[in-house]
């Protein structure tokens, strides 16, 4: 018998034999006259043709992580991943604390001088087991406010209570607290402070802030300002100069850009009249 099949390539035929070859017991295909190697009999193709293992589908990309692609399997892989890489219970409250200052200092714009005076105030906190018991935020946002004075920063716990969503006698109770367990002693608040951020807030001139913070001055040297509140006393203050200075600034618009009640502007504001001799803060005509 003889087979006669064309390569691909366009080479010569092929001869098989019919008979076998002597102790195989396989069919010998003969090309040119010469016997196929053992090696290459059967039907695996040859090594230089065998084609390549190659991976179907590519890496998996990691899943997005959040409410709807987590389910309870992601929720306690990220969970253990969390507690893996914070050994201790401490090193785990640091990392929330941390988080939370990070956030409240980034919403209210806090220096990073005052932010370093937080965590160094919350490290102290923690190591004298003030935290055990107690939230974490609200003893973040009590030690921001602590910076926040020990610095003299011009901020109220109201403006930290309302980025913090905690609620302000929360915070106050834990600022107590700190002052009293950890002996930290608060500088005097200053009114003259508070007088740029209230000015800023409601458009008033440099001659008006001058004025009113020379109206403070005097009010420090005669002890009036003792026990009131600095915001107040600088809103009261402001809004007398924006009279001698006859720039038109209600008690209402004061009132909001200090964060105030309008009763108090006027209480402070009547005070000051009747204390203070007026006549040296207006401005001599020429």
């Known amino acids: 018998m003889k087979v006669t099949c064309a390569h691909a390539d366009g080479m010569e035929p092929f001869r098989v034999s019919e008979e076998p070859t002597e ?19 059967g039907f695996d193709p040859p090594a230089h ?27 306690r892989l990220k969970k253990w991943q969390i507690r893996s890489s914070c050994q201790s219970s401490v090193d785990r409250n640091l990392a929330q604390a ?11 714009h806090v220096p990073r001088a005052v932010k370093e005076q937080a965590a160094v105030i919350y490290r102290r906190a923690l190591k004298e087991g003030l935290v055990r018991g107690r939230s974490i935020l609200t003893m973040v946002a009590a030690s921001l406010y602590a910076a926040l004075r020990v610095t003299r920063t011009p901020m109220t716990l109201s403006e930290i209570a309302r980025v913090s969503t905690i609620d302000e006698k929360d915070i106050s109770r834990s600022y107590r607290i700190l002052i009293r367990e950890l002996g930290l002693h608060m500088p005097v608040q200053r009114a003259q402070l508070n007088v740029p951020k209230i000015a800023s807030k409601v458009e008033v001139g440099e001659e008006a802030q001058r004025r009113a913070i020379e109206i403070l001055g005097e009010a420090d040297r005669l002890k009036i300002t003792i026990g009131k509140d600095p915001m107040g006393l600088a809103a009261s203050a402001l809004y007398m100069a924006c009279i001698i200075n006859e720039e038109n600034r ?35 005509r020429g």
């Open 23 to 41: 102790g195989r017991g396989e069919v010998d295909p003969v090309h040119g006259g010469g016997e196929v190697p053992r090696q290459r009999q």
């Open 49 to 75: 043709r065998r084609p390549q293992r190659r991976r179907v589908l590519g890496p998996l990309p990691w899943l997005p992580v959040g409410r709807v692609a987590e389910g309870a399997p992601m929720l």
């Open 98 to 108: 941390m988080s939370g200052l990070d956030r409240l200092t980034d919403r209210l």
């Open 250 to 284: 209600t008690q209402k618009v004061l009132a909001e850009a200090a964060d105030v009640t309008e009763v108090t502007i006027r209480n402070r504001y009547t005070e000051l009249k009747r204390v203070l001799n007026l006549d040296r803060f207006k401005p001599e």
